[in-house]
């Protein structure tokens, strides 16, 4: 889905005029970047969160010459799903489901699931 996409969509859902529909996007994706800049977590219920996490400098190996190189400190964007948007994806019921259930312990890395965060 596109930034145009989305705004068509709150043009015919909202009912605001297409440049105000586009503008409102904008300005929510601006709020949203500009948290995230200052390494604020972004949760919007029932969706996920987005945060950035700082990767501390590490060895890694060329894989053509296996030779160490450094890779250097980073930060890096993670998105991790609510539990909702998780159950939708799956096709489950989710009529039982609260927001709350989106602070439910997460999934430990490595259990089924399938859905982890990227963090390369």
């Given at each position: 889905?596109?930034?145009?996409?989305?705004?068509?969509?709150?043009?015919?859902?909202?009912?605001?005029?297409?440049?105000?529909?586009?503008?409102?996007?904008?300005?929510?994706?601006?709020?949203?970047?500009?948290?995230?800049?200052?390494?604020?977590?972004?949760?919007?219920?029932?969706?996920?969160?987005?945060?950035?996490?700082?990767?501390?400098?590490?060895?890694?190996?060329?894989?053509?010459?296996?030779?160490?190189?450094?890779?250097?400190?980073?930060?890096?964007?993670?998105?991790?799903?609510?539990?909702?948007?998780?159950?939708?994806?799956?096709?489950?019921?989710?009529?039982?489901?609260?927001?709350e259930d989106?602070?439910?312990?997460?999934?430990?890395?490595?259990?089924?699931?399938?859905?982890?965060?990227?963090?390369?």
């Amino acid at each position: 889905m596109t930034r145009a996409q989305l705004s068509e969509s709150i043009y015919q859902e909202v009912g605001l005029s297409r440049n105000e529909s586009a503008e409102l996007l904008e300005m929510v994706l601006g709020e949203i970047s500009t948290a995230l800049m200052r390494s604020e977590t972004v949760k919007i219920s029932s969706f996920g969160s987005f945060s950035v996490r700082q990767k501390g400098e590490r060895i890694g190996r060329n894989p053509k010459t296996g030779d160490e190189v450094p890779i250097l400190p980073r930060k890096v964007l993670v998105f991790r799903p609510s539990q909702l948007l998780k159950a939708r994806i799956r096709g489950e019921d989710i009529s039982g489901m609260t927001d709350e259930d989106d602070d439910a312990p997460q999934t430990p890395p490595g259990a089924s699931g399938g859905f982890s965060s990227s963090e390369t």
